[in-house]
């Protein structure tokens, strides 16, 4: 007999928070794992952890009205997996820098604090969407010259970390922050900015995975080509 919770007879519908069983409805990262043939759970192991959680915050931000709109993108986000601390950096950048124009004043200061710190330690990493992420929150932060102002004080008051350093809860409190900020702001398309946002780090991410997988493929031929030479 098949598992009635992880092959459920029903389609759940996205809804916002956790669902005990699809029949009650589903969230972004829930539906993720049904598709995936997970256990029933907002928090599957087929989807890197920090996208996950944007996921999450974006399916209960967004207005119901909207939410269908996330659909087409559960599937695209299985199999996005990596350990590497660097991807967590890109997704935080990526959240901040959609947040931080529109942000309240608040919030603007600890996402400007945020993309700084980020720009230091992206500039630590030969990457090329680390040189793009970098670029990202400059521009954010030029778009918000009071705020990126206020965190240069902040920071020269409480010094720089050395090394440059952001830890994976940092980064997700960054995320949580940002999109907390879009959907709060005064501004008339928060709906199409959270979707544009979850959008394009699902985008970053396959890029980072698959540049990675690719990294793997040519270790692995360069020393299967000096045992065959050997």
Do not use: K
């Amino acid at each position: 007999m098949r598992n009635a919770m992880a092959y459920p007879d029903v389609m759940p519908i996205l809804s916002p928070g956790r669902h005990r069983s699809p029949r009650r409805g589903a969230c972004f990262m829930e539906y993720a794992s049904y598709l995936a043939g997970e256990r029933w759970s907002d928090h599957p192991v087929c989807t890197q952890g920090t996208l996950a959680l944007l996921a999450r915050m974006v399916n209960d931000r967004t207005s119901d009205a909207a939410r269908a709109r996330l659909t087409p993108l559960i599937p695209t986000v299985i199999g996005l997996t990596s350990d590497d601390p660097l991807l967590d950096v890109l997704i935080a950048v990526r959240a901040a820098h959609a947040a931080l124009p529109i942000a309240a004043q608040e919030r603007q200061r600890s996402q400007a604090v945020a993309l700084r710190v980020a720009r230091e330690v992206l500039a630590e990493h030969d990457h090329v969407l680390a040189a793009e992420a970098r670029e990202l929150a400059g521009s954010a932060l030029r778009a918000a010259p009071a705020a990126d102002a206020w965190a240069a004080r902040f920071i020269e008051r409480i010094g720089p970390v050395r090394p440059p350093a952001m830890s994976v809860r940092q980064c997700r409190d960054v995320v949580t922050a940002a999109v907390d900020g879009i959907a709060w702001a005064c501004v008339g398309d928060a709906d199409d900015r959270l979707v544009a946002l979850l959008t394009d780090a699902v985008s970053d991410t396959a890029r980072f995975v698959g540049a990675a997988r690719d990294e793997i493929t040519r270790s692995v031929s360069r020393s299967s080509a000096a045992r065959v030479t050997r």
